[in-house]
């Protein structure tokens, strides 16, 4: 019998979650500062060089055929080299055969690990200011981020304001170090802290370390999974994209126990299938032919742009304090007219030409007068956009 267009009308209809879905204020801005020929500070897009091992080796694999799927954890050449990397730099002792993940992208590997370990209804505390993709692929998955703040202007850590958002149906805590958009650094009394309550409360810890390299000053970037009793129920993620300059390879990993990659393993590979394969071979010859003195200076570059950037910041009448890590710097631009952060942002960029990203991006509530602003930028784009925010101020 043929069905009512009314009945096929009523079950035409977007998923229960798409109307609170919206689009990421960093790509909104994206798209306003391409559509006005700004300067584009919304996105940490990073477009500084790629190392030329890296590019070489992915050029010279696509040459050579290797162009079909690979294994879904991915190739055992740069498996082998995450493990290697990852004892050298952080002491973190992985198999690369049963405990390393090569991921579409970190927030693929965020997005698997959450699919694998945690169910509908589960809640997550999240540190704030956070990343909004970590909050909303909590909030798609049916899961309940609970935003735990941190203290500015620091973004120091209360450990019993942690403790107090930990309710039975907690199962797991999330991590941003260094981070996005802070730039914030857990120290190891932090950590330490963190691991008594996940300990305590036998929390899952999935850490997103990406910008580990990016540390400025006396900062120390410490990954919790080498803490005592932290190996087994920590996650930790991280990523070409920053490092070698590759944002748009979408190329990532993770590690965990052996207990955990097969199911995490299983949904990467249902949505991915697995990752760019010639890639996998360039990043894999990054990690292998690079020096320890390539992250020193890396470091080093990034810190100097850092100082000019927030030293035009302040200049500008845009108060700010310089992040121990990462890229970014989150700005009082109080001075900015507009009643709201997404307002000061446009305002900015149709007055300067130099695009930020509304603070109210990165925080359940609050961050009307704060944006944020990404310094992963050539220097001459960067200085440029140091002169602008001065002319503008």
């Not at 973004?155 to 907690?170: G, S």
């Amino acid at each position: 019998m043929p069905t009512s267009s009314n009945t096929i009308a009523s079950k035409l209809a977007i998923s229960q979650i798409a109307p609170t879905a919206v689009q990421s204020e960093i790509r909104a801005m994206t798209i306003e500062c391409d559509r006005v020929g700004g300067i584009n500070l919304a996105q940490g897009v990073c477009d500084t060089e790629m190392p030329a091992p890296v590019s070489e080796a992915a050029i010279r694999a696509i040459r050579d055929g290797h162009n079909i799927y690979t294994r879904m954890d991915g190739i055992a050449a740069l498996r082998q080299a995450i493990a290697l990397k990852q004892e050298r730099h952080s002491g973190l002792r992985c198999n690369p055969d049963t405990e390393i993940l090569v991921t579409s992208g970190a927030t693929g590997g965020f997005l698997a690990a959450c699919m694998a370990l945690l169910n509908p209804g589960d809640e997550v505390l999240l540190f704030e200011p956070f990343y909004g993709y970590h909050r909303n692929t909590l909030q798609c998955l049916r899961m309940t981020p609970v935003v735990v703040p941190l203290t500015a202007p620091r973004w120091d850590l209360d450990i019993e304001r942690a403790a107090a958002a930990i309710t039975p149906r907690t199962r797991a805590l999330i991590l941003n170090t260094p981070g996005n958009p802070s730039g914030k650094i857990f120290t190891r009394a932090e950590l330490e802290a963190i691991a008594q309550l996940a300990e305590q409360h036998d929390l899952f810890v999935i850490t997103d370390e990406i910008y580990e390299y990016f540390v400025y000053g006396g900062a120390r970037h410490i990954s919790i999974a080498t803490l005592p009793a932290m190996a087994d129920r920590t996650i930790t993620l991280s990523g070409f994209s920053k490092t070698f300059s590759v944002t748009g390879w979408r190329l990532g990993y993770l590690s965990a126990s052996s207990r955990w990659l097969p199911a995490i393993s299983f949904f990467h590979d249902m949505i991915y299938v697995c990752a760019p394969a010639p890639l996998q071979h360039g990043a894999a010859a990054g990690l292998l032919q690079l020096p320890d003195a390539f992250y020193a200076d890396l470091a080093t570059e990034y810190e100097k742009k850092r100082d000019i950037f927030c030293e035009a910041l302040n200049d500008a009448g845009m108060t700010c304090v310089a992040p121990d890590g990462a890229y970014y710097v989150l700005a009082d631009v109080s001075c900015v007219p507009g009643a709201t952060a997404r307002e000061k942002a446009r305002a900015l960029l149709a007055r300067s030409g130099v695009a930020g990203v509304a603070g109210t991006a990165f925080f359940e509530q609050g961050g009307e007068n704060l944006l944020r602003f990404c310094f992963a930028k050539k220097q001459p784009e960067l200085l440029e956009a140091c002169a602008r925010l001065r002319a503008y101020s």
